[in-house]
């Protein structure tokens, strides 16, 4: 293995594995000595909550940690890390509407998706010319028996850890600068832990009424402030077993410079309109 910086720039929710329990996709950016991007890169597996404290790298962190090419997973960007081996180097703030962040992310930005797919690639960040909707949808409230065996493994060295099942799905549609039309689903870790602290958070009587809440408040989020306020990317990355079908891993989103946005009109999703710009 060799010991390489690497800005951590989005980790996916949690999911199930049959071989470590729960796993963590992490996506970031390969530097070179001087802290200048490199590429893309995908750190699998990893898991995440069960590493030591002061090795559990927060995102817009810098790390240094010893990896390699995984040999398991033909795509290219996949590397395997050393999780003993990570150290967190320092933590790239907001400052200047995200001047440093953008320095490093967005030399590496491809045209889109089509783009990614074209040059072979599995990961990259895009920028779509037009967000057409916001939307969620119910997915099944449990997770499946095989899934839940795995969770109800015990293991004598490590304190079991639960993953809670997320029974919605988010997402956006949108149009992207080649012309293409996309529905792609929202697997960032952020958003799914944002519905999960305001489902927890709400004082509402009944289950229904605290998801309800909780879903208004991504909402709010994801349409009413990434959409009218936020120059909104996103970093996106395809599935192991389906190489053509890729999903938003994680969401980029400095502020809006408006003098140099033309504007346009769209319709959210409870039928208002309002002002928004063309991306």
């Not at 898991?47 to 033909?74: G, M, V």
């Amino acid at each position: 293995m060799e010991r390489r910086k690497i800005l951590i720039a989005t980790k996916t929710y949690p999911s199930i594995s049959t071989k470590y329990r729960e796993t963590v996709c992490t996506a970031g950016i390969l530097l070179d000595d001087n802290e200048n991007p490199q590429q893309w890169i995908r750190i699998y597996p990893i898991r995440f909550r069960q590493l030591d404290f002061d090795k559990r790298y927060p995102r817009w962190s810098i790390i240094s940690a010893e990896i390699e090419n995984n040999d398991k997973d033909y795509r290219e960007e996949s590397y395997r890390i050393n999780d003993s081996s990570i150290e967190i180097l320092r933590k790239i703030d907001t400052k200047k509407n995200w001047e440093e962040r953008k320095s490093l992310v967005l030399p590496l930005e491809f045209k889109s998706l089509r783009d990614i797919k074209e040059k072979g690639k599995s990961v990259g960040i895009i920028k779509p010319q037009t967000i057409k909707k916001y939307y969620y949808e119910k997915t099944a409230r449990e997770w499946n028996l095989k899934q839940q065996a795995i969770l109800d493994q015990g293991d004598l060295f490590e304190p079991s850890v639960e993953i809670e099942k997320i029974p919605y799905r988010f997402g956006y549609e949108f149009l992207s600068r080649d012309g293409d039309n996309h529905r792609l689903s929202i697997s960032d870790w952020e958003i799914q832990q944002l519905y999960r602290k305001c489902k927890n958070n709400s004082q509402a009587k009944t289950l229904k009424e605290r998801e309800q809440e909780a879903l208004e408040k991504v909402r709010q989020k994801l349409e009413d402030e990434f959409l009218a306020k936020k120059d909104l990317y996103f970093i996106v990355g395809n599935l192991k077993n389906h190489k053509n079908s890729f999903m938003i891993i994680g969401l980029f989103y400095p502020m809006l410079e408006k003098n140099n946005c033309p504007l346009n009109i769209f319709e959210n999703s409870q039928g208002r309109k309002w002002k928004n710009l063309i991306f």
